[in-house]
């Protein structure tokens, strides 16, 4: 897992996070992606469903300077042809995307490689796949993907913590009131979406963030 570049920068990362421009008070994903990476976010995902390809290549080629810049991973969603031509860090793909094994032979050694898990069967399976990461969720409901699947509640996220050795991310309708307790059951690196690009004041907000994750022993 060395060789991939990016991934030192997912394993220590606190918080994950994703673009959302649905839901950032009408600015767009670069603009949010510039205000995350001044509050110190540390990886970074592109994840955008309804503009044209070109305009998605235009803001990742943007996005890809600013975070190579500010030495953060750069995560494009869905999209291994568009991670490759702005060079990203990784790519993240669902369970209905293409096979990791196939996507290693596109991309190479050097980029991370994560999925989408929302059960025990299928943490397995990726792991066996070879991705670098998995994501584990939705923990709680969300209405920021419109083809979620029902929240897998914290007790998958425990069967990460105590029986898979593999980096993950936690994610899915988590928001300050609750960040503590996935922090407390075992989870390092934490996404969110609305909580983060909603804010009308990004850096606030994380700031706030990270101090109820500092509070989860209490």
Known sequence: MARRPGLAGLLAADIYGITAEEYSRGRTNVEVV???????????QYREKDKSMREKYRECAQIREMTRAAGVTFI????????????????HV???????EKIRALVGDEMIIGMSTHSPAQARAAVESGVD??????????????????????QYLEYVVNNLDIPFVAIGGIKEHNIAEVARRGARCIALVTEIVGAADIAAKVRALRAAIARKED
């Not at 510039?34 to 970074?44: D, L, N, S, T, Y």
């Not at 494009?76 to 790519?91: M, Q, T």
């Open 76 to 91: 494009v969603n869905d999209h291994v042809d568009l991670a490759l031509l702005v060079g990203a860090d990784g790519v």
């Open 133 to 154: 990461y998995i994501g584990v969720g939705p923990l709680f409901a969300t209405s920021t993907k419109k083809d979620v699947c029902a929240p897998v509640g914290l």
């Open 34 to 44: 510039r205000h995350m990476i001044e509050a110190g976010i540390k990886v970074i």
């Open 94 to 100: 669902g369970q209905d995307d293409l096979p990791p």
